[in-house]
């Protein structure tokens, strides 16, 4: 598949998990509509028949009904098919067996919730105009009518009737509450089939026979009046025939047959005169050379000169192996060859100029029989239109007496089918009353619901998960923000969080001193436990924020959220206390001037606070405290949280001089901001920070909320250093995770081992 398109497989099963109440709740109510329907459902019978198109009906012989073919007729099986479904046939079961009359068959029992389907039905026809029950027919014979025609309509809605496979057996079935009524429909169906072919088949004849006595006696005039057409005409044109062909054929046939044989004898007559041609032309002494005495020549005279000529060579050789080239006798021979092949030559010319008289005889045969032949293909031609008019004559008359033929055959099949009224139809099996009912059938109806109810349940399952896009994992958080992941927070359980505030009665420090003057002792979560896991993700949001600051001393650290109540106050001042205790000079201030809940939670809201620090009322030596546990020192916010003007404190430029002063005076300082979705605060004092550390609530902020955000601002965006899930169900992250949580190693790596 194409990226973004792919199916998370194992995703939508964890979702699917995730939401098991929807499931659950889904699948709890399909099985109790399943089980309503099944205990207020009327029981059903069913009984059925068998009917077969057969080609013969047993008992009947001596070709009665003689079959048209040797299968059955797809289109004629259809038609049985379309019979046993009609109106009419249904009509017929409805007199034979009063069903209009019937109110188990014309108000059937019905479920619960086909109960309240047809109540509200009835409520809307009577609400509806025009939509209430048709009004009473004054006429009996017409309210008889359609009393009849609904139950036949009803019936033909109601019966099933099926082709079973590729045979011509038909199935018949019926499915009723009443047992009795079932077995007798199918069975008054069966007899009704039967009674309808029968009764069709007859009447049919009857009409066919009538037609075809009147039509046989026109097809028998026309098959006479044809053939005699037919001879008239071959006796006016005079196509007369010599053993089935005509003469003008024959004559054809003949001349071609001359033709093709002066053709060749031309050809080899040609041929001979071409090689005549080239022996004569040439001078004696090359004549002898080349050859003549070897040429075969058809001609006995010609022959014997050979044979001479051939003899004087071999003498003339075996002198000139003998006696030399020059001696009288070789002189001699040579002579006689030269006078015999003259006469070889003289009587070459006498053959070229037979073979060209030959030759010149022959070519005036072919002109003579191309002439011939033309001069009768022409008078052919017209004879040739009056054969094709004979003989569309004689099929006419041959198609008139195939007809007779077959008109005759049908005739005397009708009259016996008139004689023997059968049909071919047959009734296989007929039906008893069933004695177990068919349906509801409970584990079927139970199954399936059960199966409808998980569907239903994981569609709306994910529906909901798509609903629910709220941010829970690593992949959600990074997907939506871009930003580094700097853990998990897990929710705490209430002796895991933070302890009691008290007062510290110890002396107060030296005048002139820089330690604050007022302390105070809390129980910290991270120092309570230091081995769990919230305490290791602050540690790593600890390490994260010094790994920004590259190690400098004075960072400023601002802790944010977006809504409030997502902890990000706890985190603050327990990241305060790890940083502290790991032997950082640490000062925690509280600047969520709105609700001062980090004050608040430390009991510190009395006195001087960052309020009068700003306004330059009060020192800040006067105003921080010192937590004696850790040794940080925090600055309080002190004034009411009634007070309108408290977040216009935020942006006074004495802020920046603060920063400045915790910057020289301690290696950390961490600010709590306000949320940034209700107020601005964070926003107008993050230019002064050097980096920010969000908390967002496990499954509580949407991705599209957390992007608004952190799109508004680009100086806050460059600003963050992380993001750290807060308040985390560790049990049911594993089922959100697309991957295995880190966390989750650490509880089999923080266990002490034996």
């Known amino acids: 598949m194409r990226k973004g398109r792919e199916i998370d497989l194992n995703a939508l099963v964890a979702a699917v998990i995730r939401q098991k109440n929807v499931v659950i709740a889904a699948v709890a109510v399909a099985l109790l509509l399943g089980l309503l329907h099944v205990l207020t459902a009327p029981r059903v019978y069913m009984a059925s028949t068998q009917v077969m198109i057969g080609d013969d009906v047993a008992g009947v012989g001596n070709g009665f009904n003689r079959p048209t073919s040797m299968t059955q007729s797809e289109v004629t099986l259809e038609s049985a098919l379309r019979v046993l479904q009609s109106q009419t046939l249904a009509l017929a079961v409805v007199d034979k067996l009063r069903l209009h009359e019937n109110e188990t068959f014309m108000s059937p029992p019905r479920s619960l919730p086909g109960r309240i389907v047809q109540g509200l039905r009835a409520v809307l026809s009577a609400i509806i105009p025009g939509g209430g029950p048709a009004a009473d027919l004054a006429d009996p014979q017409a309210a008889e009518l359609h009393k009849r025609m609904v139950a036949a309509d009803a019936l033909r809605e109601s019966i099933d009737v099926r082709r079973e496979g590729r045979s011509s057996v038909f199935l018949v079935r019926y499915a009723s509450s009443d047992p009795q009524l079932v077995a007798a429909i199918v069975n008054a169906y069966g007899e009704a089939f039967v009674a309808d072919q029968l009764i069709g088949n007859v009447e049919a004849s009857a009409r066919v026979l009538d037609w075809l006595q009147q039509r046989l006696f026109v097809i028998q005039d026309n098959s006479t009046q044809a053939a005699l057409r037919a001879e008239e005409y071959r006796a ?91 001696h009288a006798e070789v002189r001699q021979l040579r002579e006689r060859i030269a006078m015999e092949g003259r006469a070889l030559q003289r009587e070459m010319q006498r053959l070229y100029e037979t073979t060209a008289n030959a030759v010149r005889a022959v070519e005036t045969e072919i002109s003579m029989l191309q002439n011939s032949i033309d001069e009768i293909s022409n008078e052919n031609l017209d004879l040739a239109k009056s054969r094709v008019e004979l003989r569309a004559l004689e099929r006419q008359a041959e198609i008139y007496e195939a007809l007779n033929e077959t008109y005759l055959l049908r005739l005397k099949d009708l009259e016996q089918t008139q004689t023997f009224p059968v049909t071919n139809v047959r009734v296989l099996s007929f ?117 920004s600051g590259g190690g400098k001393t004075g960072y400023v650290l601002g802790v944010v959220s977006i809504r409030p109540g997502e902890g990000k106050t706890t985190s603050a001042r327990n990241l305060a206390a790890l940083a502290a205790v790991a032997g950082r000079s640490v000062l925690l201030v509280d600047a969520d001037v709105r609700t001062a809940a980090l004050s608040r939670g430390l009991r510190q809201s009395m006195g001087v606070g960052l309020r009068e620090v700003l306004t330059g009322r009060a020192a ?108 985390t169900d560790m049990d049911a992250l594993a089922r959100y995770s697309r991957t295995t949580p880190f966390e989750e190693y650490y509880d089999g790596y923080s266990e002490p081992k034996s």
């Open 236 to 326: 006016r044109s005079g196509l007369e025939t010599i053993e089935g062909e005509p003469i003008t054929v024959q004559m054809i046939a003949q001349l071609k047959s001359d033709l093709a044989r002066a053709t060749v004898e031309r050809a080899r007559l040609q041929a001979l005169s071409k090689t005549y041609d080239e022996l004569r032309q040439l001078d004696p002494e090359r004549f002898v050379e080349s050859g003549a005495a070897g040429a075969r020549v058809p001609d006995a005279e010609f022959s014997a000169g050979q044979e001479r000529l051939l003899s004087l060579q071999q003498r003339l050789d075996e002198a000139e192996r003998r006696y030399g080239a020059d």
């Open 620 to 727: 800040l030596e006067g105003a921080l405290r010192r937590e004696v546990n850790t040794g940080l020192h925090f600055l309080p916010f002190t004034s009411s949280t009634n007070d309108a003007t408290a977040g216009d404190l935020i942006g006074v430029p004495e802020f920046r001089s603060l920063i400045n002063e915790a910057r020289r005076r301690y290696d950390l300082t961490v600010i709590d901001l306000a949320p940034l979705a209700p107020v601005s605060d964070a926003r107008a004092l993050a230019p002064l920070l050097d980096g920010l550390v969000m908390v967002l609530e496990w499954g509580k902020v949407s991705k599209e909320i957390l992007q608004e955000v952190l799109s508004a601002d680009s100086a806050l965006y460059e600003k963050l250093i992380g993001i750290a899930l807060n308040k």
């Open 431 to 547: 039906a008893d009353v069933p004695q177990k009912p068919v349906a509801p059938r409970k584990t079927m109806v139970l199954a399936i619901m059960l199966i409808l109810g998980a569907i239903a349940g994981v569609g709306a399952a994910l529906w909901r998960e798509r609903l629910e896009r709220v941010i829970r994992t690593r992949e959600d958080l990074q997907d939506a923000s871009g930003l580094p992941f700097l853990g998990y927070l897990p929710v705490m359980a209430p002796d895991d969080m933070d302890g009691a505030t008290e007062p510290e009665t110890a002396s107060r420090p030296a005048r002139g001193s820089d330690a604050p003057r007022k302390a105070f002792r809390h129980e910290f979560a991270v120092l309570k436990n230091p081995r769990s896991q919230y305490s290791e993700t602050l540690r790593n949001i600890r390490i994260a924020v010094e790994s």
